[in-house]
């Protein structure tokens, strides 16, 4: 399964769970950013930034696979980070699925904190078993899947009913919808809506659920609807952008909706994915920029 791209955006959304994973008390409010470093062509993933600038910044890798060089890897970032921020120090910290995966690379595991999610998680369920990350991680974390499909439910519902921001509830409720649907890519979608105690209409209303019906119909789930599928699809993919650059970035621009409408349709489900990286409609306007000139 996916993960990277899933959890820094649940690391975007609650920076906290960082260093509750970690064992680590918190340095406070923190912003979570792709860092380039251009003169040698590397880009580190997630890099935590304390506001505080007397707290280290933290630059953080997600495996779940072995990785024998993560180690040096991820070293190298945390010395390019400190170059580039000459102003404060940094930490590292690895966030392996279980310790099997860890090389522990020497001398490097000496500098970087290794966290295995599994004990990590299950030191939490004793600890605070109401605690949001067993919620948003139970997707990939509850290996059998009628047991998953059992507590699905339960685990979105209190996901839903968190007093977060709605911008930070609904990045958490897209991951947890991401990694069940493609836990259960083959079921259709009357199926899914009873495992998440819902009607059957609202599962298109979320990326992650036209996605998984797309997938469906790809393998006969849904035959006989094809017809006008992709007009649904560009529609349904418009409004989302809409809606998520509304809540974020305020009103969109004349304009750039007209562009926005000219888009193919697969672009227009990139861009929905992009814009989970971006911070106002004015970079959505310079990725359609950039889409359009490839055109």
């Known amino acids: 399964m996916r993960t990277?791209?899933?959890?820094?955006?649940?690391?975007?959304a609650c920076p906290e769970l960082v260093y509750e994973l970690a064992g680590q008390p918190s340095p406070g409010p923190c912003q979570l950013r792709s860092e380039s470093f251009k003169e040698f062509a590397r880009t580190a993933d997630?890099?935590?930034?304390?506001?505080?600038?007397?707290?280290?910044?933290?630059?953080?890798?997600?495996?779940?696979?072995?990785?024998?060089?993560?180690?040096?890897?991820?070293?190298?970032e945390m010395a390019l980070a400190q170059e580039k921020k000459r102003y404060r120090g940094v930490q590292g910290i690895i966030f392996f699925a279980r310790k099997a995966l860890d090389p522990r690379t020497p001398p490097w595991q000496r500098v970087v904190q290794a966290v295995y999610l599994d004990e990590?998680?299950?030191?939490?369920?004793?600890?605070?078993?109401?605690?949001?990350?067993?919620d948003v991680l139970a997707p990939?974390?509850?290996?059998?899947?009628?047991?998953?499909?059992?507590?699905?439910?339960?685990?979105?519902?209190?996901?839903?009913?968190?007093?977060?921001?709605?911008?930070?509830?609904?990045?958490?409720?897209?991951?947890?919808?991401?990694?069940?649907?493609?836990?259960?890519?083959?079921?259709?979608?009357?199926?899914?809506?009873?495992?998440?105690?819902?009607?059957?209409?609202?599962?298109?209303?979320?990326?992650?659920?036209?996605?998984?019906?797309?997938?469906?119909?790809?393998?006969?789930i849904e035959q006989g609807i094809e017809k006008g599928i992709e007009q649904g699809r560009d529609a349904a993919s418009l409004e989302a952008i809409r809606k998520m650059g509304g809540r974020h970035f305020g009103?969109?621009?004349?304009?750039?909706?007209?562009?926005?409408?000219?888009?193919?349709?697969k672009h227009k489900e990139r861009?929905?994915?992009?814009?989970?990286?971006?911070?106002?409609?004015?970079?959505?306007?310079?990725?359609?920029?950039?889409?359009s000139a490839k055109c």
């Open 251 to 265: 009103k969109l621009a004349k304009t750039l909706d007209a562009r926005l409408k000219k888009l193919p349709t």
């Open 271 to 291: 861009l929905f994915e992009a814009m989970m990286d971006m911070g106002s409609w004015k970079d959505v306007a310079a990725w359609v920029a950039k889409k």
């Open 4 to 12: 990277d791209k899933q959890f820094f955006s649940i690391f975007r």
């Open 46 to 76: 997630a890099v935590l930034e304390p506001h505080d600038k007397k707290q280290p910044a933290c630059v953080i890798e997600v495996q779940f696979q072995r990785d024998e060089t993560i180690y040096t890897r991820l070293v190298i």
């Open 120 to 134: 990590a998680l299950e030191k939490l369920r004793l600890e605070q078993p109401e605690h949001l990350a067993l």
């Open 140 to 220: 990939i974390c509850i290996e059998s899947d009628s047991a998953l499909e059992a507590a699905a439910a339960s685990h979105y519902h209190r996901i839903r009913q968190q007093s977060l921001p709605l911008p930070q509830r609904d990045a958490l409720l897209a991951v947890f919808e991401s990694w069940l649907f493609e836990r259960f890519k083959t079921m259709d979608r009357k199926k899914l809506a009873m495992i998440l105690k819902f009607p059957t209409a609202d599962i298109t209303s979320t990326v992650a659920g036209r996605q998984i019906l797309e997938e469906g119909m790809s393998r006969g």
